[in-house]
């Protein structure tokens, strides 16, 4: 349910996050889209095929781009990345993302690039809420992004019958403020546009009330509080899902948009690594870890695996320069489905912050440490594993609360804030409207998105390059006694990433790979070796490897196989002389 207008998350720190960045010139509308994906396969009709997933509640499609170049596998049954992007459809930079890896990838020359290509495929998504991008493109800007359902927000049994209105015209849905000293927000000192619930421990007097622009059209006292909201795609997922969260719908998967994308990854067990484009983010920041509550589902990420998170996120940082706070997951996102539930790598990125000045966190450690400072002592500072408790930070100071206005209202961020201006209400009388537009911290200026597609091209190749990369090896036969052989065999993990992730192991997925000895023979002894075939769940990256031996008699013919839905397949034909 809406949360009412004179609520804090109205104050600048959360009232950014709650509402998405006004509609640009150069943002993609859903035919620039397909426009874009249709030029893109016309391009390189060898290199891209376009799929449609499914459709939105709005009868939008679901486009899907398949990148792979001929090889000795189907594109469907190689090791594969999926890159998905626009589930939140007020973030519009990750599509354009999406797109740019899509394209950067297609035209690549760069020999690594195209060996990888013809032995592996990447699936992009590039807006998996179509009907959340058009709302959040329309005019005037709401700030609006959810399907393409009617939400009863005041549950009243109407729905959508009150939403926000652009009274003053201006082409933006902002705020209206009222001096009222039953409000709760108070101007700041060195910035009197900027509101912020007042503290009143601080002795800071209320002076204002903040609705947001619109009307009473329903006549039931409350202002705008049931408009075009639908369903959040980006938390109807099952894990960890909220039924009782904004926007997130009543049970999991109950839109079309977020079953299509759950159905395809599910028929396309070759995914190996996930990259959500949304407004999460984990290369930013290491995702919290911890082992499992006896007994509960994981929610944090298993300490086996998160070495692999730090070392994505370090690289990612190196190579963006970029730095923020991102913030609380919520429950529900695809990315944590994809790591808890499915039991893959799954890395989320937002590609963009609001510049606040400060520095990065490495720089400052760096700048900061002394000799011998930073030095744990025995038991200082230690925290059970598992516990996912973080120190408790205290909110911004006012001097840090100036900063951000200061740069906020400094750069504007292209129609980011509007100065407030007198306006006659029918019914609340003299008011102000005015205040930041929808979407201020979501998305960067336009001015900016090309810079940060440069610094972001290195990620599409570079992720394409850490799968698992499964194959046998040493595979030999010799004497081992009259009508005895003894065949040998290992597999081996050429690539970066292990097989399966410590939580896959404990979820029981992905699917194994199957090393089996094939043709007519018949096993002898009764050891271990005796199994026809052997079934591998976990296979370290860089170098990984196991062996398998078998003694058999009575041989015509023998080969040793390995297979895996996971898109790996080999076969090794033996001479039995």
Known sequence: MTKPASAALLAFLTFALAVPLPADEGSLDEAALIRRLDELAAKHPGAVELREIGRSRGDLPIRLAVLATPGERAKDERPALLVVAGLDGSHLLGTELALSLAESLAASTDEKVLALLSGRTVYVIPRGNPDGAARFLASP?????????????????????????????????????????????????????????????RGERPTYKVYREGLDSDGDGEIAEDGENGVNIGVQFPHRFGELDDGAGTHAAMEPEARALLDFVLAHPTIALALTLGLDDSLVADPKSGAPEAGKPAILVDPEDLPYYQELGKLYRERTGLSGKPREVPGGTFQEWAYFQFGIFSLSARGW????????????????????EGEKKEGEGEKKEGDGKEEKKEEPD?????????????????????????FEHPTLGAIEIGGFVPGFDTNPPTTEVAGIVEKHAWLGPHLL?????????DVAIREAGPGLWSVSAAVTNRGYLPLATAQGRRASRPDPVVVRLAGEFELAGS????????????LPGSGGRKEFEWLVSGTKSLAVELSSRRGFSQRVELEVR
């Open 398 to 422: 006012e001097a840090r609360k100036a900063e951000l206005a200061r740069l906020a209202l400094a750069r504007k961020w292209e129609r980011g804030f509007r100065e407030w201006t007198p």
């Open 527 to 538: 050891r271990p070796e005796g199994y026809r075939q052997f079934v591998v769940w976990d």
């Open 465 to 473: 390059g850490l799968l698992p990369d499964v194959h046998l090896a």
């Open 141 to 201: 800007a709401s700030g609006e992004s959810g399907n393409d359902r009617a939400i009863d927000d005041d549950r009243d049994g109407l729905s959508n019958e009150d939403p926000p209105r652009d009274l003053d015209g201006d082409g933006h849905i902002t705020s209206m403020r009222i001096l009222d000293p039953e409000g709760d927000q108070a101007p700041l000192a060195e910035e009197p546009a900027l509101l912020f619930p007042a503290n009143r421990s």
């Open 353 to 372: 912050f609001v510049p606040s000045g400060e520095k990065p966190a490495e720089e400052v450690k760096e700048e900061g440490k002394k000799e011998g």
